[in-house]
């Protein structure tokens, strides 16, 4: 807030910050020095662009630019709502930059008394998670998250991988003629509550062979898919297992 006042640029709450993803294909390893510097360039005209049009307090932030906005208090709708709108605006700018690259986005709560830290913890976890919840959509926001806004911070602890495992353990050990994979993925397929048909066409397998794959899964963790409260336990669960698997990959790419 201090750096916004040297600059000229007075805001006040309520607030919401916006995380803009760097496309990959910008940073990945071994692009050129070329590459490189044209997407720093076009990292600073952007950043430069949205102070410069009013959007909000904008940095280069670890994990993308960060845009902090004051929210206008006149706009009548739902946070939800009012988070998309705001997210729509930023995009419609950065998109400029990208050269027709895609432009993923993480946005926190509204906030008239967090901490900055606490809103890009916020917009760091949808951008984050929120692809593995909703991989059709760019713009994910921390309202987005559900329940699992309660549980992110306990992704590595002792009690969260034994709930994934006590759930999943049989379908994650190598022991069948068919991949475990290949039975996660149709577990995961069928929780969505798609029909046969749609599981079938999303997996490019036959109805049939969907069917087979249920019958094997509720054998093997000895549940009923039908009952809702299992669907709801093996839901969290393939989550979870999904939100601990990005964080695995996140870390080697640091390291």
Request: net charge negative.
């Amino acid at each position: 807030m201090s750096a916004a006042k040297l600059m000229g640029i007075e805001i006040q709450p309520p607030f919401i910050l916006s995380l803009v993803e760097i496309p990959p294909q910008l940073v990945a390893p071994g692009v050129s020095e070329q590459v490189r510097i044209e997407c720093q360039h076009a990292i600073d005209s952007l950043i430069e662009t949205l102070q410069y049009v009013g959007t909000g307090v904008t940095w280069h932030a670890a994990d993308g630019i960060a845009i902090l906005r004051p929210v206008p208090g006149q706009i009548e709708c739902s946070p939800s709502e009012r988070s998309r709108t705001i997210a729509a605006d930023i995009v419609k700018i950065a998109s400029r930059y990208w050269n027709g690259l895609p432009l993923r986005m993480g946005i926190s709560r509204f906030s008239q008394d967090q901490s900055i830290a606490e809103m890009y913890a916020q917009a760091q976890a949808a951008i984050t998670y929120g692809p593995i919840l909703h991989p059709d959509q760019s713009i994910h926001c921390w309202h987005d998250l559900g329940c699992y806004q309660f549980i992110l911070n306990d992704l590595e602890s002792e009690q969260s991988r034994r709930f994934v495992k006590d759930a999943l353990g049989p379908l994650m050990i190598e022991n069948f003629t068919e991949d475990p994979g290949e039975l996660l993925l149709t577990l995961g397929a069928l929780l969505t509550g798609d029909s046969a048909q749609v599981v079938a066409k999303k997996l490019h397998i036959h109805p049939q062979t969907v069917a087979f794959r249920k019958k094997k899964i509720e054998k093997c963790l000895n549940v009923d898919l039908n009952c809702m409260e299992t669907r709801l336990k093996l839901m969290i669960a393939t989550r979870l297992l999904s939100f601990m698997e990005k964080n695995v990959r996140m870390a080697h790419l640091v390291g």
